[in-house]
């Protein structure tokens, strides 16, 4: 236990250090300056999107992760929708937290591991989360309970009714706000879509009865079949893998369905939900998905 605290009061420390630095050294930005720069980059009212961010990113903003969901909700409307990754993951990876014996996800005591933004969103008035013991997303705004209402009676993570397949339905904008191509959920929802026609054995075969807390207080179980740890390495958002968010990020400009734009101090990008997923369906049959080998893409050079 005082490990614990002290490793929690360290980075603390550590977060306030590096908060000061950023302060003396990055550009300032503020809320309206963020706002401009999300409808440039093309998020307009009414869109619903889903938000992969960094805040460090974006250059000290005046106001905190406050002001930075005050210029996305100042860029969809009062008709947009924000949807935001607050998962909860107190093993490390779902299958680690698979196997933890006494683990029930509570969304009114658990919070997010995602950074400052994501811990933020959460504390924001009018917020629905989903019930989900290791892939909870929250979301606000016109379509905010249709995305989360039913994640934890889906059949699976990121398939079939899931807030991913609800939010393409949508055909909303996947955000990439100061991060790469690499962190991006979305990806995963189609090798859940297409089951075993998907070119790798990325899912377990065993499927895991983890236990969420409702609303009510009643005990819902919840079957979660884990990621394999074994690819894990070869993903894209994988830190060895540059090569291939490089490949992505190059394969999405090309096709003309990447939109960028500097929001704040950072390059940031956006992709529309449908043609997002059609293309990963293409890509995945001419050999490439977010888990090619350098071989792989040798094979399939970008022109």
Not at 93 to 114: A, M, N, Q, S
Request: aromatic residues 8%; glycine residues 10%; contains cysteine.
């Amino acid at each position: 236990m005082l490990k614990s605290i002290a490793k929690t009061v360290l980075s603390k420390l550590h977060g306030e250090v590096r908060r000061r630095e950023i302060e003396r050294k990055a550009p300032h930005v503020d809320r309206a300056r963020l706002a401009a720069d999300l409808v440039a980059l093309g998020i307009a009212r009414g869109d619903s999107v889903f938000v992969h961010s960094s805040l460090k990113s974006l250059g000290f903003v005046e106001g905190g992760p406050a002001a930075v969901w005050g210029a996305l909700l100042d860029a969809v409307g009062p008709g947009g929708t924000l949807v935001v990754p607050t998962y909860h993951q107190p093993g490390g990876t779902i299958y680690e937290t698979c196997k933890l014996p006494d683990y029930i996800f509570d969304p009114t005591v658990h919070g997010t591991g995602l950074g400052a933004l994501p811990i933020a969103f959460l504390k924001l008035p009018g917020v629905f989360r989903s019930l989900h013991p290791t892939h909870s997303v929250s979301a606000i705004g016109q379509h905010a309970a249709y995305i989360t209402e039913s994640h934890h009676v889906a059949p699976s993570i990121f398939g079939r009714d899931s807030p991913w397949e609800r939010f393409l339905r949508l055909d909303g904008k996947v955000l990439g706000l100061g991060v790469t191509m690499g962190p991006v959920t979305f990806y995963h929802m189609l090798e859940d879509f297409v089951g075993e026609a998907f070119p790798l054995p990325v899912r377990m075969k065993e499927a895991h009865s983890l236990r969420c807390r409702d609303k009510s207080g009643n005990i819902v179980t919840v079957p979660v079949v884990p990621l394999d740890p074994h690819f894990m390495t070869r993903r894209i958002d994988n830190p060895a893998r540059p090569d291939l968010r490089d490949y992505f990020w190059r394969e999405f400009s090309r096709s003309g369905l990447l939109s960028t734009h500097r929001v704040g101090e950072s390059v940031s990008w956006s992709i529309g939900a449908q043609a997002f997923y059609a293309h990963l369906e293409k890509l995945m049959h001419e050999g490439i998905t977010i888990y090619s080998t350098p071989q792989e893409l040798a094979a399939r050079p970008i022109n």
